[in-house]
């Protein structure tokens, strides 16, 4: 029987063509197959698998030699250290979100309670995650899709979170006038007929979080513009965007009257995320 050292060698082979993170990808199926940590496959190289296993091994690898991703695969994947339920009704977590998390956690003080919303939560990463960070902060997340808001959901349970609640809304439509210290969103940005939507991971992902018309921005106009009746004066509003959107970020955010427009940067040295604060 074939050791965890020639399996993953030979996988990586197989995925070379169709992934440019095989020797990884091809690691935490088998960690997947194997229900271990990457830890395990370090210590024990020359382990051999039992004939179900390198069957099932054998399958995900062809999974992923189509084109799925390996979030989808596997039904998780990992965000600011926790581990999320990932369906193929959710967007996958990217690090790039972190930096929003980053953001958020130094404008939410963490002795303090705070009203936040999350806009389009997906698998409910930034709710979920700024819960645990913040718990005494009251948070909503909301998403027009009710698969995703199962999704998130389960990632509530299985985080045992118990200050976000859920409402499926198409942005502000359903909530209730109310007053917010935060409200954040990583919303479709991607121009319809952007590239990339028809390249690796995002063929397979759920089109309605990833694209938006007018250039990308149709969906970030809409929050920008609702999200005053909704903030508290010196709220903030926070949002993720494409790396070539800062200059229509900036302007929309002035254009509406917010203050102290900021743009940041994510992990790999792009614009990502714009702030404004409301002050009425
Ligand atoms: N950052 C993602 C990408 O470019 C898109 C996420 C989104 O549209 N909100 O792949």
Known sequence: MPCIQSLLSKAKDKLATSSDSAALDAEVLMCHVLGKPRSYLRAWPEKTLNASEIDAYWQLIELRQQGQPVAYITGQKEFWSRDFIVTQDVLIPRPDTEILIELALTLI?????????????????????????RPLANIIATDQSVAALTCAKSNATRHETNNVSFINSNWFNQIPISQFDLIISNPPYIAEDDIHLQQGDLRFEPQSALRAKDQ?????????SEARNHLKIHGYLLIEHGYNQEQQMQKLFADFNYQQITTYQDYANQPRVTLGRWHG
């Open 216 to 224: 990308g921005l149709s969906d970030i106009k809409i929050i920008i």
């Open 109 to 133: 003080p963490e002795h303090q309670p705070a009203k936040i919303i999350d806009l389009g939560t997906g698998s409910g990463i930034i709710a979920i995650t700024l819960a645990a960070e």
